[in-house]
């Protein structure tokens, strides 16, 4: 039951009553309160909701449902184990474009989640004396789908693309290397089955740290199972937080690994919310980016010639 409807894709609470349409809650014959709602009966009846079409929230599947039938969509899934640096990265992504920067030739142009994005971003917002805040540690409940966050992005062309990212908690990742069956893990299997393109994220922190030989192994891992059944769908390795230094050695142990068998798109990006150094460490996350819509682009077929009688035959008649 979807909220205290009796239907699945109904969320009266949050978009209004979707299949009586009815503007009093207490109309609809698919309305159920729980039980334990009994005490707050009298306020439900006399509440009054207002239809609205989104919410402004991080997406289920539902509204995934609304957008793709509209428009084409990428799918981007965010991986990496717990404290990767994952929700961090997808945060500075979104201040960078609020600032104007764009990713290769196209600009934000609209979310559907803002509220989303503002939620994440909000506390990489408030940069004292150089000393962030960092988002919290996304929460593993039992979903079986990641919160999906959208924008969409036009070129100087009008050219538009929609992207959708997955902000999933690690703890899935951690979950589907063991057993990709586990029931804890279904929410990395959707990731892993329905993304255009991948980020994996190895964490340069743990990885220069004592966990050394753990978080390399799980890096590894994750990488194994997004290399199942890749074909063509980029994969981009981030080496997150790499505002911190790492043994160039354990990284290539990493990177060689990943590599030990061809890898279409592959490439690596070495990203932090960090940019301290002048270095490029930001605006590489807008450049992961931009080489996925890349190599994603260059992905359409090219067009058979068709077989005409004579190239002045306007009709393209097989005669
Ligand atoms: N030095 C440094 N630390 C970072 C950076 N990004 C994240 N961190 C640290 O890593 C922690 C985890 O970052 P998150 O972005 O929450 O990681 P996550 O992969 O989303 O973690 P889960 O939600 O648990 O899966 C943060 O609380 C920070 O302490 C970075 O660019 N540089
Ligand atoms: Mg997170």
């Known amino acids: 039951m979807a909220g205290n409807c009796l239907k699945e894709d109904c969320y009266p609470e949050e978009t209004g009553c979707n299949h009586e349409g009815c503007d009093d809650l207490s109309d609809c014959q698919f309305y159920k309160k729980e039980a334990d709602q009994s005490s707050s009966e009298e306020k439900v009846k006399d509440d009054f909701y207002v239809r609205v079409p989104w919410t402004g929230n991080t997406f289920g599947l539902q509204d995934l449902n609304f957008l793709t039938s509209t428009s084409p969509v990428i799918l981007i899934g965010v991986t990496g184990v717990a404290s990767a640096g994952k929700t961090t990265f997808l945060a500075t992504l979104y201040c960078l474009l609020r600032h104007g920067h764009k990713i290769g030739s196209y600009q934000f142009a609209g979310s ?12 990489l ?16 409940n039992a979903g079986r789908i990641p919160g999906l966050l959208h924008i969409s992005l036009r ?3 009008g050219d538009k693309k929609d992207l959708i990212f997955t902000d999933a908690p690690g703890e899935w990742f951690g979950h ?4 990709k069956n586990d029931s804890n893990a279904a929410g990395a299997q959707w990731v892993h ?4 393109a991948f980020l994996l994220f190895a964490d340069c922190e743990t990885l220069s ?12 891992q ?3 199972r ?5 074909n063509h769908r980029p994969l981009g390795l981030v080496w997150s937080k790499s505002d911190i230094k790492l043994d160039e050695e354990v990284k290539k142990q990493i990177s060689d690994h990943i590599q030990n068998a061809p890898i279409p798109n592959y490439q690596e990006f070495e990203t932090s919310v960090r940019n301290d150094i002048s270095t490029d460490l930001q605006l590489n996350i807008l450049e992961s980016i931009d080489w996925i819509l890349t190599a994603l682009s260059g992905e359409t077929n090219e067009l058979p010639q068709v077989e005409r009688f004579a190239p002045t035959d306007l009709f393209l008649s097989k005669r």
């Open 112 to 123: 559907l989640t803002l509220t989303g994005w503002e939620n994440i971003a909000w506390y």
């Open 125 to 140: 917002s408030w940069n004292t004396r150089n000393d962030i805040q960092f988002p919290p540690h996304t929460s593993s």
């Open 155 to 157: 070129n100087e062309s």
């Open 176 to 179: 589907w290397i063991v057993n």
């Open 193 to 196: 089955e329905y993304a255009d």
């Open 209 to 220: 740290g004592t966990q050394l030989g753990k978080a390399r192994q799980q890096t590894k």
């Open 222 to 224: 994750v990488a194994d």
């Open 226 to 230: 997004l290399k199942h059944n890749l």
